[in-house]
């Protein structure tokens, strides 16, 4: 039930929800849910916008590991100095992915690794882009429910 009202009962568009319901899956880890959730997206959304979304998951594993811990070591703050060209505003484009809907994708990911730094960022990110409050808490409920189905499957197995 949660599933159904947070994807088809959202003021998002099917881009920033099955966007952000993929890279969650992805965030997740559990096959099934990772499974499910790329093949409804691949017919929800054009392909570029799927691998924009796998992006999202891939730039964000890699990004909340490591703000996560420099937050938590505290201290001097070093650049992270990892590659991240799919973020760029061309290449987004040319996948037909919004800067909106990406950062959207990355924040509800960052809700999942628990990043506090990276959520906030997004935050900035997604309303710096034009979306308001109320998106944000889609995506967010969204990240809730797709990590709470690979957590229940995974107690299953």
Same mark, same amino acid.
């Given at each position: 039930?949660?599933?159904?009202?947070?994807? =088809?009962?959202?003021?998002?568009?099917? /881009? +920033?929800?099955?966007?952000?319901? %993929?890279?969650?899956?992805?965030?997740?880890? +559990?096959?099934?849910?990772?499974?499910?959730?790329?093949?409804?997206?691949?017919?929800?959304?054009?392909?570029?916008?799927?691998?924009?979304?796998?992006?999202?998951?891939?730039?964000?594993?890699?990004?909340?590991?490591?703000?996560?811990? +420099? #937050?938590?070591?505290?201290?001097?703050? #070093?650049?992270?100095? %990892?590659?991240?060209?799919?973020?760029?505003?061309?290449? =987004? /484009?040319?996948?037909? $992915?919004?800067?909106?809907?990406?950062?959207?994708?990355?924040?509800?990911?960052?809700?999942?690794?628990?990043?506090?730094?990276?959520? +906030?960022?997004?935050?900035?990110? $997604?309303?710096? /882009?034009? %979306?308001?409050?109320?998106? $944000?808490?889609?995506?967010?409920?969204?990240?809730?429910? $797709?990590?709470?189905?690979?957590?229940?499957?995974?107690?299953?197995?």
């Amino acid at each position: 039930m949660n599933l159904g009202r947070a994807l =088809l009962e959202t003021p998002l568009t099917d /881009a +920033q929800a099955w966007g952000a319901a %993929l890279a969650c899956a992805i965030a997740a880890r +559990q096959p099934d849910v990772i499974r499910a959730f790329a093949a409804e997206a691949s017919v929800r959304l054009p392909a570029p916008a799927v691998e924009q979304a796998r992006a999202a998951a891939s730039i964000m594993a890699m990004n909340n590991v490591f703000y996560r811990a +420099q #937050h938590m070591i505290g201290g001097e703050r #070093h650049p992270a100095g %990892l590659r991240m060209r799919t973020i760029t505003s061309p290449v =987004l /484009a040319a996948a037909g $992915v919004t800067r909106a809907d990406f950062e959207l994708w990355c924040l509800a990911v960052s809700a999942i690794a628990g990043c506090a730094v990276c959520l +906030q960022n997004h935050d900035q990110g $997604v309303r710096r /882009a034009g %979306l308001d409050a109320a998106a $944000v808490h889609e995506a967010l409920r969204i990240a809730a429910v $797709v990590h709470a189905a690979a957590v229940t499957l995974d107690a299953a197995g």
